[in-house]
């Protein structure tokens, strides 16, 4: 794959109510990135966003974001997925050879909308939605209980991710406040009050408000802009099956799907020694395992003896995950960032040493419906 | 950022009442339901047995015709997962009352499964093979509501 390298980022600090309007929020993440990299808005050529629709309360919403996001008189598109996704336009973009710069943001503000009621929206409006039984908390139990009952895995052993997101959270200024837990137990964890059994409420990547940016540029620009560029070596992508009755809950075969892919294009074959660093957008503390498992970090249903710890064999999300913050449509792109400072040494408190090589994935719908995944490496 | 809300949104209502075509399938699906009864239909290629049924069969990317491969399944199926929750989300809002418990349930005899409350069991009591079968409304209207859930055998 031709080279395309990251030469920017910026993410807003994320708050549960960021009481400060939303395109504020995108113009401090856009405007900030381009500051950062000390580009300008004439630098711009292309500007694809994440919203959603439903999120923002309103139809083809990026069209209002134009002038904040800096779009105004560039060429600009929209995903409506996660923000990883909006960064795999974006490199599409860049690919084509017709763009010198493009940037990438994403993210929403639940603390304007109401989060599951709006995600009630993902189900299939001629069967199961009226009646509201399948929903992004009941899906959230059966997956968890699906990978337990298949492998054995126990309670206690998903707690310990929460527990280690919420401590890494608390070492990453960005992370939403309500989540950097620097001294949760595994107890508090199980004790946190039920969301859908076997899930519970500590296990769940909180929704918050938040807004992130990436700049890409293609290889020869990249180094024109930093000595620092990231180059994106492999991306890969997968969907699986609409309806949950149709899936194995228990495993995640379109993040196996993906990871092929991106590590066909890296030359990755042993991702666990390969890699130094992931950035996973686990929507819950059961997925990360799940994930990792897919990953080819371990084998199945042996997730949790990988030591993901931040100076451990593989780190994990050490800027927390998701488990330190969800906002809709930014968190995939913030997992992306994450990785993206764990190679240019940016990393402060939570920095793996000396990683070169890291994976960023992101996902969207039920259960990990679909999955993105990036591997990322140091110039 | 500060203490007090200081961004006062107009809420902006819009009301849109959408009326979404189920198409040919569900709408035999919809009648059996009417009828109490549940048909599947099944995939002329892979064989998987459909519930609710499907015009296409997205691993075979086959089209099952309308007139053929029905199967009458009957009431009874297994529990394949289950989750307990106290919430409630609808389209006003989500609130937290009573535990529920909510099923995947495979009808005997397809390979998917629906997605149902069970009915008069202590989530404790509640587990994956169990056999369980439908308790239907008394007054059906051809609608997924007419399955009010599932009870054990």
């Given at each position: 794959m031709q080279k395309v390298g990251i030469v920017g980022y910026y993410q807003v600090k994320l708050y549960s109510d960021a009481n400060y309007g939303h395109?504020?929020?995108?113009?401090?993440?856009?405007?900030?990135?381009l500051d950062k990299a000390g580009l300008k808005k004439k630098d711009i050529s292309t500007v694809i966003s994440c919203t959603n629709d439903y999120y923002d309360g309103r139809t083809i919403s990026n069209c209002f974001t134009v002038e904040v996001g800096g779009g105004y008189m560039a060429d600009e598109s929209k995903v409506e997925m996660d923000g990883a996704h909006a960064v795999l336009y974006g490199l599409m973009r860049v690919l084509s050879g017709n763009h010198n710069l493009a940037v990438v943001w994403g993210g929403s503000m639940p603390s304007c909308y109401p989060y599951h009621t709006v995600r009630l929206y993902e189900t299939d409006p001629t069967w199961e939605r009226?009646?509201?039984?399948?929903?992004?908390?009941?899906?959230?139990?059966?997956?968890?209980?699906?990978?337990?009952?298949?492998?054995?895995?126990?309670?206690?052993?998903?707690?310990?991710?929460?527990?280690?997101?919420?401590?890494?959270?608390?070492?990453?200024?960005?992370?939403?406040?309500?989540?950097?837990?620097?001294?949760?137990?595994?107890?508090?964890?199980?004790?946190?009050?039920?969301?859908?059994?076997?899930?519970?409420?500590?296990?769940?990547?909180?929704?918050?408000?938040?807004?992130?940016?990436?700049?890409?540029?293609?290889?020869?620009?990249?180094?024109?802009?930093?000595?620092?560029?990231?180059?994106?070596?492999?991306?890969?992508?997968?969907?699986?099956?609409?309806?949950?009755?149709?899936?194995?809950?228990?495993?995640?075969?379109?993040?196996?799907?993906?990871?092929?892919?991106?590590?066909?294009?890296?030359?990755?074959?042993?991702?666990?020694?390969?890699?130094?660093?992931?950035?996973?957008?686990?929507?819950?503390?059961?997925?990360?395992?799940?994930?990792?498992?897919?990953?080819?970090?371990?084998?199945?249903?042996?997730?949790?003896?990988?030591?993901?710890?931040?100076?451990?064999?593989?780190?994990?999300?050490?800027?927390?995950?998701?488990?330190?913050?969800?906002?809709?449509?930014?968190?995939?792109?913030?997992?992306v960032i994450e990785a993206v400072k764990q190679l240019t040494g940016e990393a402060g408190q939570y920095q793996v040493k000396g990683a070169k090589k890291a994976v960023a994935s992101g996902q969207i719908g039920m259960c990990a419906q679909n999955n993105i995944l990036y591997v990322l490496e140091a110039n | 950022m500060s203490e007090e809300k200081v961004i006062v949104a107009n809420k902006g209502l819009i009301r849109a009442d959408f009326a979404f075509w189920v198409g040919q399938y569900l709408d035999k699906f919809y009648n059996g339901l009417e009828n109490k009864k549940i048909r599947g239909n099944k995939c002329p290629k892979c064989g998987d047995v459909f519930v609710p049924p499907r015009k296409i069969c997205g691993k075979c990317n086959v089209v099952i015709p309308l007139e053929e491969n029905w199967v009458d399944l009957p009431e009874t199926g297994t529990i394949m997962n289950f989750t307990t929750t106290p919430y409630r989300v609808n389209d006003r809002s989500s609130r937290k009352t009573k535990d529920w418990t909510?099923?995947?349930?495979?009808?005997?005899?397809?390979?998917?499964?629906?997605?149902?409350?069970?009915?008069?069991?202590?989530?404790?009591?509640?587990?994956?093979?169990?056999?369980?079968?439908?308790?239907?409304?008394?007054?059906?209207?051809?609608?997924?509501?007419?399955?009010?859930?599932?009870t054990k055998v």
């Amino acid at each position: 794959m031709q080279k395309v390298g990251i030469v920017g980022y910026y993410q807003v600090k994320l708050y549960s109510d960021a009481n400060y309007g939303h395109y504020e929020m995108i113009f401090e993440a856009s405007r900030g990135a381009l500051d950062k990299a000390g580009l300008k808005k004439k630098d711009i050529s292309t500007v694809i966003s994440c919203t959603n629709d439903y999120y923002d309360g309103r139809t083809i919403s990026n069209c209002f974001t134009v002038e904040v996001g800096g779009g105004y008189m560039a060429d600009e598109s929209k995903v409506e997925m996660d923000g990883a996704h909006a960064v795999l336009y974006g490199l599409m973009r860049v690919l084509s050879g017709n763009h010198n710069l493009a940037v990438v943001w994403g993210g929403s503000m639940p603390s304007c909308y109401p989060y599951h009621t709006v995600r009630l929206y993902e189900t299939d409006p001629t069967w199961e939605r009226s009646l509201a039984y399948v929903n992004d908390i009941t899906s959230a139990g059966f997956q968890m209980r699906a990978y337990m009952e298949k492998y054995g895995v126990t309670v206690e052993e998903i707690a310990k991710v929460a527990v280690k997101n919420k401590k890494n959270a608390a070492k990453n200024p960005l992370a939403l406040k309500e989540a950097q837990l620097a001294n949760l137990t595994v107890k508090d964890v199980l004790d946190s009050g039920k969301y859908a059994d076997p899930v519970t409420e500590l296990m769940v990547a909180p929704p918050c408000d938040g807004v992130a940016a990436l700049l890409l540029a293609p290889e020869k620009q990249a180094l024109k802009i930093t000595d620092k560029p990231v180059w994106i070596t492999g991306v890969g992508y997968n969907q699986d099956a609409y309806y949950l009755g149709d899936r194995d809950l228990s495993g995640c075969k379109s993040m196996n799907l993906a990871a092929k892919m991106a590590y066909n294009a890296a030359g990755i074959t042993d991702p666990y020694s390969e890699i130094d660093v992931a950035e996973l957008f686990e929507s819950y503390a059961h997925e990360e395992l799940i994930f990792a498992e897919e990953l080819g970090f371990a084998d199945k249903g042996k997730g949790a003896e990988i030591n993901s710890a931040i100076n451990g064999d593989l780190a994990i999300n050490p800027s927390g995950g998701a488990l330190g913050g969800n906002p809709p449509c930014a968190t995939g792109l913030i997992r992306v960032i994450e990785a993206v400072k764990q190679l240019t040494g940016e990393a402060g408190q939570y920095q793996v040493k000396g990683a070169k090589k890291a994976v960023a994935s992101g996902q969207i719908g039920m259960c990990a419906q679909n999955n993105i995944l990036y591997v990322l490496e140091a110039n | 950022m500060s203490e007090e809300k200081v961004i006062v949104a107009n809420k902006g209502l819009i009301r849109a009442d959408f009326a979404f075509w189920v198409g040919q399938y569900l709408d035999k699906f919809y009648n059996g339901l009417e009828n109490k009864k549940i048909r599947g239909n099944k995939c002329p290629k892979c064989g998987d047995v459909f519930v609710p049924p499907r015009k296409i069969c997205g691993k075979c990317n086959v089209v099952i015709p309308l007139e053929e491969n029905w199967v009458d399944l009957p009431e009874t199926g297994t529990i394949m997962n289950f989750t307990t929750t106290p919430y409630r989300v609808n389209d006003r809002s989500s609130r937290k009352t009573k535990d529920w418990t909510i099923g995947m349930i495979q009808i005997d005899g397809s390979n998917t499964s629906i997605i149902y409350r069970l009915l008069n069991m202590e989530p404790e009591d509640v587990k994956i093979g169990m056999k369980v079968k439908i308790e239907w409304n008394e007054s059906t209207k051809g609608d997924p509501s007419d399955i009010k859930g599932f009870t054990k055998v």
